[in-house]
């Protein structure tokens, strides 16, 4: 059965993966599908640890290694040495990564300016308060490393 909070999930979903599609057709494929959601979830986790981009998504270090390397040869991700713990290096995406691949924040900035002008203020504060409570509360598992 639907619910509304799934028909909103799933077209945004639909959305994205149209416009990753869309993307790879228009360019030379550098990036496989694996590596599109490993620098997308390197970005949505805001400066990562190799360790703490492997310990979310499960995987080995060295696996992990294995596809931030990838990443970093092909230009998507750099690492830059921690100032606080010189042995560890922080990742980050590239502004190769920004220019071709961060598809979903322009529907996003769309949809939400489709919201505001459909709704009032008040409905806006509103709906707003739920989905944060909904990100804060009931989300639980996909919560950010802590740093």
């Known amino acids: 059965m ?3 909070l799934s028909d909103v999930y799933r077209k945004f979903r639909l959305h994205y993966y149209r416009d990753v599609f869309h993307r ?4 030379e494929q550098t990036l496989s599908t694996v590596e599109i959601y490993c620098v997308e979830i390197i970005h949505w986790l805001d400066g990562p640890t ?3 981009f492997a310990n ?3 995987i080995s270090s060295p696996n992990a290694t294995y596809k931030v390397n990838s990443l970093i040869q092909k230009g998507y991700v750099e690492k830059i040495q921690s100032t606080t713990d010189k042995r560890e290096f922080i990742l980050k995406c590239t ?3 920004y220019k071709y691949w961060n598809l979903n924040e322009k529907y996003l900035e ?3 300016e489709r919201v505001k002008n459909c709704l009032s203020p008040e409905e806006y504060e ?3 308060g739920t989905l944060r409570k909904i990100s804060d ?3 639980p598992e996909v919560e950010q490393p802590v740093k």
């Open 2 to 4: 639907s619910t509304p």
């Open 24 to 27: 790879i057709k228009e360019r």
């Open 95 to 97: 502004d190769k990564y």
């Open 50 to 52: 190799i360790n703490e």
């Open 56 to 58: 979310y998504i499960d």
């Open 126 to 128: 509103a709906f707003n």
């Open 137 to 139: 509360s009931l989300m």
């Open 110 to 112: 769309i949809v939400e």
